[in-house]
């Protein structure tokens, strides 16, 4: 085994120390080298300053009103993933190409147009918008429509995660345990939950990164009024637009670090359950 | 007291699995249904299971329409071709499973049950293994595990689909003559599915000879070997002749 010969599947080593390089550079370019942009010039002003910007009225204000975004959003994105992948993948009914083609839907369109629809339906010359005013019911540039908005674009994580995995697992057990006598809750609490759920941590995590990242679809429903409807992103935005740099990126490295984490904890599931992802095909 | 399949039709999609299949078995018969792939055995297996229904036809079981009895009241032992163990479960936990699935009122105490696991793990012989997991298994142990679990709900009818299919030779024999003393034992009509003719009349007490969603011929191994009715029976028995 210590031969030094190179084996026959191998490329000369110029070409293999170039392609690494490439590789490397690539990388360091584009995915390590803004991160670090992102906390150096958060910290450019020292770590108070940056600790200061973070705890400005407004940005506590941003970062209250990301975190109540997604916790409404996140059970409810959860709730609908499973139920539709549980309905797509163990039952057969009309209608379910379609209904697998809907869910893929929030991938395909612009945040942006999904955003627009929602000024449509509910804005002030919308369709709903006189009705809503007589009642006093403020949705547009108020915390239902940014929910709406992010519950639209985060829609597909969990049952995008789910289809395939619970595709492949098939519907023997489910059979197994209704003919063992289980109910269709028990059959679901006690067999396909079990068998889904390091899939579907992995889904949440998704689509908990994309509900508190979301940009264009919140930007056109929010009315970006600081300390009241500007999500996190808008919120950082708005302060790079009025020269605030230290303030933005500080706010802008909480979310970075939110993106890490999402990560470390991503590669940690990977490394826990590497058969099940061996079984099954991923990205 | 028999099990009796009437005139059952089942199409799924287009495909016509099931044109009109009747025939009577008393109680307790160990039955093959023995066919071809796509001759529809495993689809009429899965109406008696209850995990498909007919569109026509009747089925009669111990004097009951059993048609009308929900899957999970039928109390049937079904066996699946990859045995369908559960698999974040122990054997012991895939074991108790139906009972602990239980109405409350009905459900044996944690003690009781355990005592029963370990029973079903002895008839099975398997004791030592109640802690391992189904991938911890050799096919044969799946196979036997699998089957304890259809036991423990005390089945009225036991359902098999191609019980020994992924064994290798040697454990398909071992388990065969095992599975047919169990069966003897406990005396509970029992339907298997097979497309291997020599394991349906070693086994059985009655082959239902299928192709193409029809029965060909229905009878003792013996008076199948004997005097095969069809032209297509004599080739499935005797594929060399032609």
């Known amino acids: ?283 | 007291m028999s099990l009796v399949v009437d005139s059952v039709r089942k199409r799924l999609g287009t495909y016509p699995a099931l044109q009109g299949v009747s025939f009577t078995v008393p109680q307790g018969a160990f039955v093959a249904l023995l066919g071809p792939s796509g001759s529809g055995k495993t689809t009429l297996l899965r109406i008696l299971g209850g995990l498909e229904y007919p569109d026509d036809g009747a089925v009669r079981f111990a004097d009951i329409n059993w048609l009308t009895v929900p899957v999970r009241e039928r109390r049937v032992g079904f066996v699946f071709q990859n045995y369908a163990l559960f698999r974040h479960m122990t054997v012991a936990r895939n074991i108790a499973f139906g009972l602990s699935v239980r109405p409350r009122k009905e459900r044996p105490n944690r003690a009781e049950i355990a005592r029963r696991v370990q029973e079903l793990l002895a008839l099975v012989q398997l004791d030592e293994l109640g802690d391992r997991y189904p991938s911890q298994l050799s096919g044969g142990q799946s196979q036997r595990v699998a089957l304890a679990r259809a036991l423990a709900i005390e089945p009225r009818m036991l359902l098999l689909d191609e019980p020994f299919g992924a064994l290798d030779a040697k454990v398909r024999k071992e388990l065969r003559g095992w599975l047919r003393a169990l069966q003897e034992r406990l005396g509970i009509t029992t339907v298997f599915v097979t497309h291997d003719q020599e394991e349906a009349f070693a086994l059985a007490d009655l082959v239902v000879l299928m192709d193409k969603g029809k029965v060909e011929q229905f009878g003792t191994p013996a008076e199948v070997r004997r005097a095969p009715k069809t032209p297509f029976v004599q080739a499935f028995l005797d594929p060399m002749v032609n």
Not at chain 1, 83 to 108: C, E, N, R
Not at chain 1, 204 to 232: P, Q
Request: glycine content about 8%.
């Open chain 1, 1 to 283: 085994m210590t031969s030094i010969a190179p084996r026959a599947t191998d490329d000369p080593p110029l070409v293999r120390a170039c392609l690494i390089a490439v590789a490397a550079l690539f990388i360091g370019v584009f995915l390590v080298l803004p991160l670090v942009v992102v906390f150096h010039e958060a910290l450019s002003a020292g770590f108070a300053a940056a600790w200061g910007a973070i705890g400005e009225h407004d940005a506590i204000a941003a970062i209250r009103l990301t975190l109540i975004v997604t916790a409404i959003v996140l059970p409810l994105n959860v709730a609908f993933g499973v139920a539709a992948a549980w309905a797509v993948t163990k039952f057969d009914f009309a209608g379910k190409s379609i209904l697998t083609t809907l869910i893929d839907l929030p991938f395909s369109v612009s945040p942006v147009v999904a955003g627009l629809t929602y000024a449509l339906i509910f804005g002030l010359q919308g369709w709903l918008g006189p009705w809503l005013r007589e009642h006093g019911i403020q949705i547009l540039f108020a915390l239902p429509a940014i929910v709406l908005a992010t519950l639209f674009v985060s829609f597909s994580f969990v049952a995008r995660e789910l289809i395939p995995l619970m595709a492949d697992q098939g519907r023997a057990e489910e059979e197994a345990a209704i003919s063992l006598g289980a109910s269709g809750w028990s059959t679901f609490w006690r067999v396909t939950l079990p068998n889904i759920k390091w899939g579907l941590l992995y889904g949440v995590l998704l689509c908990n990164a994309r509900a508190m990242g979301e940009f264009g679809a919140v930007s056109v429903v929010s009315g970006h009024i600081r300390g009241r409807t500007n999500t996190m992103p808008l919120q950082i935005q708005a302060l790079y637009d009025d020269y605030q740099y230290v303030s933005a990126f500080a706010l802008a490295s909480l979310l970075a670090m939110l993106a890490l984490v999402t990560l470390a904890l991503k590669s940690l599931l990977e490394w826990r359950y590497a058969d099940e992802i061996a079984a099954v095909h991923r990205h």
